[in-house]
Each structure stands twice: as C-alpha cells, then as structure tokens.
C-alpha cells in the first residue's frame, strides 16, 4: 500500500511562491505519473499540472508560465513550485500518482494567498 503526504502549503502574500511537496511512503514499485489538483469550497477539483514518461509536463491555462512541476523518482517525491501566486490560486492542492499500476491521493494541502 502506498501512501501520499503532500505539505508545504501555508499563506503567502500575493506575488509570492511555495514549493509543494508530495512525498510518497510504502513499496513504491513504479512511478509512472504525477498530477497535482486544487479545489475551493463549493467548486470542483480543477486540474493543475502533470509529470509523465519522459518527464513530459502539462500544465492548465491559468498556471502556465508561472507553475512548474517536477519529481524525484529515487525520493517517490513530486513537487509543485509555485510562483508568481495570486488570490485566486488559493484552494486545497491535491496530488494523485499513478504508482504500481494503481491510483492514490493524497489528503491535501492548504494554500492561502493573501495580503
């Protein structure tokens, strides 16, 4: 079984930047794509970034150019940086890997950008 933690999140004041964490525990046999999703209170998960093979990436309209996400296979760990934030990037962040052949989330952590 695997489990995934994300941290990292915290409040930040507008223009700013985090780093997300999303640390994978357990026999992580492999590894093959990393997502990483955000949801407010009354609003759908909204999709936000994606790592796959090859290390190719995918990023939504309303981050391009100012989020970039990556991994460290030998860590399990993926990662979100965030720059440039502004207030309506505040939600919950979600990461969801694609490991062993299966599905898992983790349980979220809170970004808040505000003055």
């Known amino acids: 079984q695997v489990e995934l933690v994300e941290s990292g999140g915290g409040l930040v004041q507008p223009g700013g930047s985090l780093r997300l964490s999303c640390a994978a525990s357990?026999?992580?046999?492999?590894?093959?794509?990393m997502y990483w999703y955000r949801q407010t209170p009354g609003k759908q998960r909204e999709y936000v970034a994606r790592?796959?093979?090859?290390?190719?990436?995918n990023y939504a309209d309303s981050v391009k150019g100012r989020f970039t996400i990556s991994r460290d296979t030998a860590k399990n760990t993926g990662y979100l940086q965030m720059n440039s934030l502004r207030p309506e990037d505040t939600a919950v962040y979600y990461c969801?890997?694609?490991?062993?052949?299966?599905?898992?989330w983790g349980r979220g952590t809170l970004v808040t950008i505000a003055s």
């Open positions: 969801n890997a694609h490991m062993n052949y299966r599905d898992y």
């Open positions: 790592i796959g093979p090859g290390e190719s990436t």
């Open positions: 357990g026999s992580v046999i492999s590894f093959n794509a």
